[in-house]
């Protein structure tokens, strides 16, 4: 009777255990693996090794040396630094100033001490980078090399990186907040009208975001002081884009459209952004696509705006309006497809 008993408990503990983790829960948990496994192969890829590659410099220097220059800088092994040579000190800075350059390389016409102009506020790693080239260089030529900072962070923004932070939340706050809606409806696909719905609940939620972020890191701790509405046009922007394409995502695939959005925005957006390394300490591959994705636009545009008085952020602007679009295209064409194809097969 007892083994009787206990065989029968073994036979409840072991369908109690089945109907616990069905095929669908080992198949979420299999996709949970991969993107713990994609996110440490895509930060550790994008930061373990750090290698400049091109990082623009632009140079002033008497033109008898100037070409001779522009040649020995660009032949550097590894290309660490891409030079563009100009005809005085002020072109430079404007360049510098409009992020046409990362440096600009003033060589004395008198003495042996020449001046290297940074902004670090729109990248330390980038300005850190090209002053450790340069300065090399100059070294081997028996030359003094001094660096001035005409555009450094905020005291706030010590290392440059409110932008990348104040992205980084506008997009996770996006797609978890498509997420919400989601799992508020059942995780049904949704019907032509709810993706409506939501997509118009995405807009007051995107602008209450931005001017949340943009109270943050201004009034409250003074990281990016100034350019406060623009900030908060900025985050309504980053915010509904990445809450636009979740929603696209999720009506496409489900539960796995949020695991496609991740992927997009946090795996592979995040590291690629510019946010710690510019694209031109990366691997290439992440070089290529960082400014493609909307966390390296809107840290660009954030960066530019706040420091640089909104100089070179209209390509990333448009950036994050195709995404924006192309969320709103694909959730609604998604549903109004999936209506269509419920309403031929119930005739």
């Keep these: 009777m007892a083994d009787a008993r206990g065989s029968t408990a073994q036979v409840g503990a072991w369908a109690e255990m089945r109907d616990a983790i069905t095929t669908r829960a080992v198949l979420v948990m299999v996709g949970v693996l991969l993107l713990q496994l994609g996110f440490a192969l895509s930060y550790m890829g994008a930061f373990h090794a750090p290698k400049p590659h091109r990082i623009p410099i632009t140079l002033v220097a008497p033109r008898p040396v100037e070409a001779s220059l522009v040649a ?14 100009v005809q005085n000190r002020a072109q430079a800075r ?3 100033l409009e992020r046409k350059t990362d440096a600009a390389l003033i060589v004395a016409v008198t003495g042996r001490t020449d001046t290297l102009l940074i902004a670090s506020a729109g990248g330390p790693s980038a300005a850190d980078a090209a002053a450790k080239v340069v300065a090399a260089v100059e070294r081997t030529q028996n030359r003094a090399l001094t660096v001035r900072d005409i555009r450094p962070p905020a005291e706030g923004d010590t290392r440059g990186l409110s932008s990348f932070y104040l992205v980084l939340s506008w997009t996770i706050g996006g ?3 498509a997420s919400a809606l989601n799992m508020a409806a059942g995780s049904k696909r949704p019907t032509l009208r709810r993706s409506i719905v939501r997509l ?7 602008f209450v975001s931005g001017l949340g972020g943009a109270i943050i890191v201004g009034p409250v701790l003074h990281c990016l002081p100034g350019a406060f509405w623009e900030l908060v046009g900025i985050g309504t922007l980053v ?12 009506s496409l695939a489900g539960t796995i459209g949020l695991g496609l959005t991740i992927l997009i925005f946090t795996i592979l957006g995040n590291p690629s952004s510019g946010g710690v390394y510019p694209a031109s300490l990366l691997p290439p591959f992440w070089a290529a696509i960082g400014q493609a994705l909307p966390p390296g636009a809107g840290t660009t545009v954030v960066r530019n705006t706040v420091y640089f008085d909104g100089n070179n952020t209209t390509g990333a602007l448009w950036i994050l309006g195709a995404w924006a679009f192309a969320g709103i295209a694909v959730a609604l064409l998604a549903a ?12």
Excluded: C, I, W
């Excluded at 118009?200 to 995107?206: F, L």
């Design 94 to 96: 404007t360049r510098l």
């Design 175 to 177: 797609y978890l907040a």
């Design 239 to 250: 915010v509904f884009a990445s809450g636009a394409v979740g929603v696209a995502l999720q």
């Design 336 to 347: 109004a497809l999936r209506g269509r194809r419920a309403r031929t097969q119930s005739r």
């Design 72 to 85: 020995r800088l660009n032949a550097l092994p590894g290309d660490p630094v891409h030079v563009t040579a």
């Design 200 to 206: 118009a609940a995405m807009v007051p939620y995107a």
